[in-house]
């Protein structure tokens, strides 16, 4: 499916990058996304069904997202989905008070999570324009340049920096090692870092919001990162940080 997406077009330069960069705010507007709606709904079925046979959706949120697939707001759906998770993290206005809305995977909704699978190859696509840019360098956030969504792995470079890979375009880009993503922690006393046996992955758990990003490490690697394979490749990592009392 991503193979026949057409590459997004929005513009960019430094000049624009430095602007987003200010304000925290993402470059990609919900209308600049290459979205097709008989593609998007055959992908949200194919999410369903595939999330169905494997256990992870009950009956009827199944039937809820198929009829979704099939519903004419399902492109409303989607687009509140998105800029729910690009704004949330732009700079508030001063005087408007710290931001409300905290946002938890682990307590997202069955929903969410078939969106942001379905979405992953449009949004990847964009991300591929982007990644190739080296105006990425100006965006020091914590949260995508591109849609604002959340880091949910990272990739330790030979030269020991840490990218971080957004959870659902998948966009890598700098940030610093030794900070909680998540809630910018960066006393490195209240941050538990430790390793596979074989020094292939790494978890930094954070002791003040207790959260966790797991890490290949590409100082001892082979081959590149695969978010998709090293997420699963991981597991019981998750379960060691869980069993210390952190959360994903
Ligand atoms: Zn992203
Ligand atoms: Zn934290």
């Known amino acids: 499916m991503q193979a026949r997406i057409s590459l997004p077009w929005f513009e960019l330069n430094a000049d624009i990058l430095t602007r987003h960069q200010a304000e925290a705010r993402p470059l990609l507007r919900f ?30 949120d199944y039937q809820k997202v198929q009829t979704l697939g099939r519903d004419q707001a399902l492109l409303d759906v989607v687009r509140q989905w998105y800029r729910t998770g690009a704004e949330r993290h732009a700079a508030a206005p001063v005087g ?9 995977p682990a307590e997202s909704s069955v929903l969410d999570q078939v969106l942001m699978l379905a979405m992953r190859p449009f949004l990847s696509r964009c991300a591929e324009v982007l990644q190739q840019r080296a105006e990425l360098a100006i965006w020091s956030h914590s949260h995508c340049a591109l849609c604002g969504g959340e880091p949910d792995f990272s990739v330790i470079t030979p030269a020991a920096e840490r990218h971080l890979i957004c959870g659902r375009c998948t966009l890598r ?9 998540y809630c910018h922690n960066g006393d490195r006393s209240r941050i ?57």
């Open 173 to 181: 880009w700098k940030f610093e090692p030794l900070t909680c993503p």
């Open 96 to 104: 408007a008070g710290p931001q409300a809305v905290e946002h938890h």
């Open 31 to 60: 209308e600049q996304i290459p979205l097709e709606l008989t593609d998007l709904r055959l992908v949200v079925r194919q999410t369903a069904d595939i999330m169905r046979r494997y256990g992870a959706l009950e009956d009827a």
């Open 192 to 248: 538990t870092s430790f390793a596979t046996p074989d020094g292939q992955y790494r978890v930094y758990a954070c002791d003040v919001c207790r959260r966790y990003l797991k890490a290949y490490d590409g100082r001892r690697a082979r081959r590149p990162v695969m978010p998709v394979v090293d997420s699963v490749a991981t597991l019981p990592l998750d379960a060691a940080a869980m069993q210390r009392g952190y959360s994903g």
